[in-house]
């Protein structure tokens, strides 16, 4: 049964993949990025 | 011997209370110690009124210099933007909550008060500092104590100041710099104006035996809530908030650097210095507010690394 | 009146101690309780239309019993008599009840539940009579319509330790954790309703039926991200269609988030939480499973 458990664990990962996750990421990435040029 | 703090000793209580010591000297009480369980329920009742301000009070007692907060309760005030105002309502809640405490076994006295400054820092304003004044006239020994909610999130760490006034007219001597914090643009006139008149605390803080082991088991949710959170996500509004209130900053210390500019020849060497210091605030909010968003940028790429970047 | 009064109620008791419910309260409805030929004083009111109320809901007529407690409702709040105030409040929710106005009976009976003195003038209150009031406020909360409101009583009744003891906390538990109810669980938890939670709606289906159905619907919308509509149907146990009709009404009453692709006959279920607070979820997901992992192996000695 721990190994049933450990494999459906690695089963999840990656925890997430959709496309818009990765623009939401990027865009708070930027964002963060963007406030610390400014305060530059 | 951690929970002796707990027991509570009538007679030395009113014997203190009869002594008076702190009549003689303003800056008497120094230190407080903060119940790990009365500073979550103050935390969870300000983060509860979100932006508006909510207000409670403290019970505990007092063990020479320190004061020391062991239970807090909520007061049904209703709070604003700007101001909390225990109408009459809360008075009587008060005053019943206290004797029915008393009545189920717990002697401790109200040692003060507590209200929230959501996103502007914990300070005491005008109405807060005559509020306090009033208190320690009459209700000795009593503490005000402030919390920022939405900086206690996005700082990852409480933030709280536990203030007392000085009586009126007392002129105190030169204080030493207390831990830097931004004031917005719309309350740096109340705070200029009456930041003299009371002074800082030392905040300890303890817990029980039992506090220990239920924090202990609280830990399995503690490690998960920090790998699971962002500060960037929850704070959206408020980092908007502080960057717009430097800009406001920004431009009232450019105007004045204009009207200054030719200052440099006639404006006495003090001017200038207080245009720096100006800028210079404003330099270290900007670095407060960006070193915050890369904290919670990083937390976000580590996050990214340990839990997305795994290929099957 | 006096002697015609004297007679009702001898009647009226020899009809109740028959069983004969409704006919007892026949026999005392006829009482001229608004008489002006002599004095009669509220609490004498009150205590006739409870009792007239309480004989016609022992046939489950909500409808008769509905227009005495109306009556009642403008006495209850000025009787001090609490036995009377109480019985009143537990015929209040059992119409409401039986006229599957199911959240605000719930709310009622979770009142009811609450009582803390258990000696109300010469009334014992017992135990086993709360534990029935908050088991009925569970079966209420359960057949009422999912939405906001009823996620809220459900938060309340799953956070009061009472309900952990009562039989029909594992359905209440699954219902709150929005987890799907499997077939034998549904029919177990029908064997405990009464006649007219089990009663056929007018899409020859029951209360029940409904309930469990737009339940598991909401539960199959936290799972996945689409269905077709034939595996929803086998999923649900109803024929596709069916399941069709009910998600889009859902769907229309903004009960459900999604959209339905009648070519494909699938289901797009979707989430407005945003992309970065679902990854937070995922993740908190997967720390739970790593804690369940070592917290087995530290059980097993590992």
Excluded at chain 2, 17 to 33: G, S
Excluded at chain 2, 206 to 224: A, P, R
Excluded at chain 2, 290 to 305: A, C, N, R
């Amino acid at each position: 049964s721990l190994l049933r458990q450990v494999s459906s664990l690695l089963r999840r990962l990656p925890v997430i993949e959709s496309g818009k996750f990765q623009d939401d990421f990027l865009m708070e990435y930027n964002d963060t990025l963007l406030i610390t040029y400014l305060a530059m | 011997s951690s929970d002796s703090i707990f027991y509570f000793d009538d007679a030395a209580q009113t014997k203190f209370l009869q002594d008076k010591p702190w009549v003689n000297d303003p800056h008497y009480f120094k230190r407080v110690k903060i119940s790990a369980l009365a500073l979550l329920k103050m935390v969870v009742h300000a983060r509860s009124g979100g932006t508006i301000e909510v207000m409670g009070l403290m019970q505990g007692k007092t063990d020479g210099d320190s004061i020391i907060v062991m239970d807090a309760f909520a007061l049904p005030v209703e709070g604003t933007e700007t101001r909390v105002n225990a109408q009459a309502d809360a008075y009587e809640y008060m005053v019943d909550y206290s004797t029915i405490n008393k009545q189920a076994g717990r002697p401790e006295n109200v040692v003060g008060w507590y209200h929230s400054h959501p996103g502007y820092g914990c300070w005491l304003s005008g109405i807060d500092v005559s509020t306090q004044m009033l208190n320690q006239q009459y209700q000795e020994p009593f503490l005000a104590v402030v919390i920022d909610p939405t900086r206690t999130v996005s700082a990852g760490k409480v933030e709280i100041g536990a203030f007392r006034t000085y009586p009126e007219g007392y002129k105190p001597p030169d204080e030493p710099v207390s831990e830097y914090q931004t004031i917005p643009l719309n309350k740096i006139e109340d705070f200029g104006v009456h930041c003299k008149q009371y002074y800082a605390l030392d905040i300890t803080y303890f817990k029980s035996s039992l506090d220990c082991h239920l924090l202990d088991l609280l830990w399995n949710k503690y490690w998960v809530n920090t790998l699971s959170s962002s500060s960037l996500l929850g704070n959206g509004d408020y980092v908007a908030g502080q960057i717009s209130d430097l800009a406001e900053k920004l431009e009232q210390a450019e105007n004045q650097l204009a009207h200054s500019r030719f200052g440099p020849l006639m404006a006495p060497p003090q001017r200038k210095k207080e245009d720096d210091s100006q800028l210079a605030k404003i330099t270290r909010d900007s670095a407060k507010i960006t070193v915050e968003q890369v904290h919670g940028l990083m937390s976000q790429v580590i996050k990214d690394i340990l839990f997305n970047s795994v290929s099957q | 009146e006096e002697q015609v009064l004297v007679i009702r109620e001898k009647l009226a008791e020899l009809y109740e101690s028959e069983q004969q419910w409704s006919k007892a309260a026949q026999m005392l409805s006829g009482i001229d309780l608004d008489s002006c030929m002599r004095m009669i004083d509220d609490t004498f009111r009150l205590s006739k239309c409870v009792q007239i109320a309480r004989l016609y809901l022992e046939d489950d007529d909500a409808y008769n019993a509905e227009a005495f407690i109306n009556k009642a409702s403008f006495l209850v709040s000025s009787s001090q008599h609490e036995v009377l105030n109480l019985q009143y409040k537990v015929c209040y929710a059992r119409i409401l009840d039986l006229k599957r106005k199911f959240l605000e009976a719930a709310l009622r009976y979770y009142d009811i539940s609450q009582i803390e003195k258990r000696q109300i003038e010469d009334e014992e209150i017992d135990e086993e009579a709360l534990e029935q009031a908050l088991s009925a406020a569970v079966t209420c909360t359960i057949l009422a319509a999912a939405g906001p409101q009823r996620s809220r009583v459900l938060a309340t009744l799953y956070k009061d330790e009472r309900c952990s003891k009562l039989k029909i906390y594992p359905i209440l538990q699954k219902v709150y954790l929005e987890r799907i109810l499997r077939k034998p669980e549904i029919d177990a938890f029908a064997e405990e309703l009464k006649g007219h939670q089990k009663a056929l709606l007018p899409d020859n289906f029951t209360v029940l039926d409904r309930a469990m159905i737009e339940h598991n619907l909401l539960s199959a919308s936290k799972l996945y991200k689409n269905i077709s509509f034939h595996e929803l149907g086998t999923l649900l146990g109803i024929p596709p269609p069916k399941a069709e009709k009910i998600a889009s009404r859902m769907i229309y009453e903004d009960r459900m988030k999604g959209s339905i692709d009648q070519v494909e006959a699938i289901i797009h279920f979707e989430d407005d939480t945003e992309e970065l607070e679902q990854w937070d979820q995922q993740i908190v997901g997967v720390c739970q499973a790593l804690n369940d992992i070592l917290d087995s192996m530290a059980k097993k000695g590992f």
